[in-house]
């Protein structure tokens, strides 16, 4: 799905639209344009001219005609052409779906099975869950289940980008013996193991300067700097989902470093990045802020020591967008991290901003209003 704004369609509009010169289909408020697909369709083009200006949520999952795998999804991922107009019976980016009341409607995203923030909150069934998906077992450590679970890459990565969330909003077990302690991180340890090094780090780049203006400029720049960084690690490293080696070592790699994240998005303890892995991390930007800045070491160590900062602000921001009440700004900035989860991990990779996004076209569409 492009970051780009789409129209919103009547229904009559999209009913119009019901022939092979042009073919719309919906999924609850979403609308594709499938006409270059009719001739590909492995069933033929009649069967999708069936469904010309319809709704396709029910065919696509119904047993008895054909469950469609994630690839149809991902045809229609790329087919999407606008939403229809609210009160057609249906909400955006799904499949509809009664309400508590028994009454109204709610959308359904088919890929990640949730329809809005709120359902990141609501306690998965164990046992229904992976009887359902034959995944993972939320009352067993999930370590080895991932490691020895044979799962391929296709259906890890569709597993793990449907959220669930752990009873009362604890921690799930991820290895059940004396290592569990290690895998959880508190946000407040991020500001107390990191900037009283970066403090000294911008104190020693004082002395060689000998005055504030010099640091705080280059403190400024690596603190702008690391927001590319967020985006960039974000997107090619935490979301190398095209690019992960379909074997058990490069699954449970991504597990552990994010795909964990992503399967219990509102695990408390598992939102920020332990110092060990940062550690890792932040070496090698070491070694490039001195390359960069080769000419004065003092002003490399400055730059390091804001994108250092900057990556802190990254983490403590990234825990409150799921576990705070937020001022205006961050509401919506939080909407539009959350939507990330539950709408479209593929898209909004940008966490203190959407900034990055909107540059490199991977701005996540959404309606803030109904999300």
Same mark, same amino acid.
């Given at each position: 799905?492009?970051?780009?704004?789409?129209?919103?369609?009547?229904?009559?509009?999209?009913?119009?639209? $019901?022939?092979?010169?042009?073919?719309?289909?919906?999924?609850?408020?979403?609308?594709?344009?499938?006409? &270059?697909?009719?001739?590909?369709?492995?069933?033929?083009? &009649?069967?999708? /001219?069936? =469904?010309?200006?319809?709704?396709?949520?029910?065919? /696509?999952?119904?047993?008895?005609?054909?469950?469609?795998?994630?690839?149809?999804?991902?045809?229609?991922?790329?087919?999407?052409?606008?939403?229809?107009?609210?009160?057609?019976?249906?909400? *955006?980016?799904?499949? *509809?779906?009664?309400?508590?009341?028994?009454?109204?409607?709610?959308?359904?995203?088919?890929?990640?099975?949730?329809?809005?923030?709120?359902? /990141?909150?609501? &306690?998965?069934?164990?046992?229904?869950?992976?009887?359902?998906?034959?995944?993972?077992?939320?009352?067993?450590?999930?370590?080895?289940?991932?490691? $020895? #679970?044979?799962?391929?890459?296709?259906?890890?990565?569709?597993?793990?980008?449907?959220?669930?969330?752990?009873?009362?909003?604890?921690?799930?077990?991820?290895?059940?013996?004396?290592?569990?302690? !290690?895998?959880? @991180?508190?946000?407040?340890?991020? %500001?107390?193991?990191? =900037? +009283? +090094?970066?403090?000294?780090?911008?104190?020693?780049?004082?002395? #060689?300067?000998?005055?504030?203006?010099?640091?705080?400029?280059?403190?400024?720049?690596?603190?702008?700097? =690391?927001?590319?960084?967020?985006?960039?690690?974000?997107?090619?490293?935490?979301?190398?989902?095209?690019?992960? %080696?379909?074997?058990?070592?490069?699954?449970?790699?991504?597990?552990?470093?994010?795909?964990?994240?992503?399967?219990?998005?509102? &695990?408390?303890?598992?939102?920020?990045?332990? +110092?060990? !892995?940062?550690?890792?991390?932040?070496?090698?930007? =070491?070694?490039?802020?001195?390359?960069?800045?080769?000419?004065?070491?003092?002003?490399?160590? *400055?730059?390091?020591?804001?994108?250092?900062?900057?990556?802190?602000?990254?983490?403590?921001?990234?825990?409150?967008?799921?576990?705070?009440?937020? %001022?205006?700004?961050?509401?919506?900035?939080?909407?539009?991290?959350?939507?990330?989860?539950?709408?479209?991990?593929? $898209?909004?990779?940008?966490? @203190?901003?959407?900034?990055?996004?909107?540059?490199?076209?991977?701005?996540?569409?959404?309606? +803030?209003? @109904?999300?």
């Amino acid at each position: 799905m492009s970051g780009r704004t789409l129209p919103t369609l009547t229904i009559d509009e999209v009913e119009s639209h $019901n022939s092979a010169k042009s073919c719309y289909v919906t999924i609850g408020r979403n609308v594709y344009d499938v006409t &270059d697909f009719l001739d590909s369709h492995p069933g033929g083009a &009649d069967l999708v /001219l069936d =469904w010309a200006g319809k709704d396709i949520g029910a065919i /696509l999952k119904d047993e008895a005609s054909h469950t469609h795998s994630e690839a149809a999804y991902e045809v229609l991922d790329e087919s999407l052409v606008g939403y229809l107009a609210s009160g057609n019976g249906a909400a *955006a980016n799904g499949e *509809a779906k009664d309400g508590e009341n028994g009454t109204e409607q709610q959308w359904v995203h088919p890929r990640t099975g949730m329809s809005c923030e709120e359902d /990141l909150s609501k &306690d998965t069934d164990y046992n229904a869950d992976y009887k359902t998906h034959k995944f993972l077992d939320l009352n067993k450590p999930l370590f080895m289940q991932i490691w $020895n #679970g044979g799962f391929s890459k296709e259906f890890y990565l569709d597993q793990v980008h449907r959220p669930r969330h752990y009873k009362g909003g604890e921690s799930a077990p991820l290895f059940g013996n004396f290592l569990e302690p !290690l895998s959880k @991180t508190p946000w407040w340890l991020i %500001p107390l193991v990191w =900037w +009283p +090094p970066i403090s000294y780090g911008v104190s020693v780049a004082f002395q #060689g300067f000998g005055s504030v203006a010099p640091v705080a400029g280059y403190f400024g720049f690596g603190l702008a700097f =690391w927001t590319l960084i967020e985006y960039i690690l974000h997107r090619f490293l935490f979301h190398l989902d095209y690019y992960l %080696p379909d074997n058990r070592v490069g699954i449970t790699a991504h597990f552990l470093l994010h795909g964990i994240h992503h399967y219990l998005p509102m &695990d408390r303890y598992r939102l920020v990045m332990p +110092p060990t !892995l940062f550690v890792v991390l932040a070496a090698p930007f =070491w070694k490039f802020a001195h390359a960069i800045l080769f000419y004065n070491w003092y002003a490399a160590t *400055a730059a390091f020591c804001g994108g250092v900062f900057g990556y802190t602000l990254y983490d403590m921001t990234h825990y409150f967008l799921h576990h705070q009440n937020l %001022p205006a700004y961050y509401k919506e900035l939080k909407k539009y991290h959350l939507a990330h989860h539950f709408l479209d991990y593929e $898209n909004g990779f940008g966490v @203190t901003s959407a900034f990055w996004d909107k540059i490199f076209g991977t701005e996540l569409v959404y309606n +803030p209003k @109904t999300n």
